[in-house]
């Protein structure tokens, strides 16, 4: 059976609260083998090493992201490079910048993101951006302060201006089920992105991927990213598997 590795869940979230154990046994038992799990503030952080503690096939990622600023404090910043330490923690994230939904606080959010980079250099771990509408500044921000174990760029937005920086600044282009929506224009950034530099990952329970928008995501649905991939690059889905698990393991040093 093929395996896959989704890089960017988020089993913490509530909506899984119920049936989490279910979900997360089937979700295994259909191929995704390994997975992370996505903290965006202190106590979703948390949560995330917690579920990651007690499965061996997930790993969690801790930080802030630019929508849970009210969560930037120092004090949180102090906790989140603390408990980053745990083994479990392969990354900080999803940390960065996002001017679609936030456009009043963006001197904020770029502190934030700048601070979260620091946590990551000081404990030499990668990073998980979240960028939205917010390409120039990101960029600019990874030029003047740069990861020292890199990262990836989750749910990278279609835009091929930012796919070549981020790949250029040696980062890893995860694509998500946005490729799969009607009109997305996937197949240029797509076709711009390596073999050996894509990721895939759900953002579970967000994103569901075509044909199943509107329904809750969960990572078993990775495999329809998988085949989007394939299908786009003329590849069959045994080597876009192989690949993007090679290559989130590679980065998420698991
Ligand atoms: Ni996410």
Known sequence: MLEFFDSHSHYNDEKFLNDIDKVIQSTYDAGITKFTCIGYNLEQSKKAIEIAEKYHFIYATCGISPNDIEDFKEENLVKIEQISQNNKVVAIGEIGLDYYWNKENKEDQRNLFI???EIANRINKPIVIHTRDAFIDTIDILKNHPVKEKGIFHCCPLNQEL????????FYISFSGNITFKNAKSEDPVNLVPLDRILIETDSPYLTPEPFRGQRNDSTKVK?????????KGMSLEDVAKATYENAKKIYKV
């Open 224 to 232: 329809l990213v998988a085949e989007k991939i394939a299908q786009i």
């Open 163 to 170: 796919i070549k920086e981020g790949l250029k600044l040696g």
């Open 115 to 117: 601070k979260q980079i």
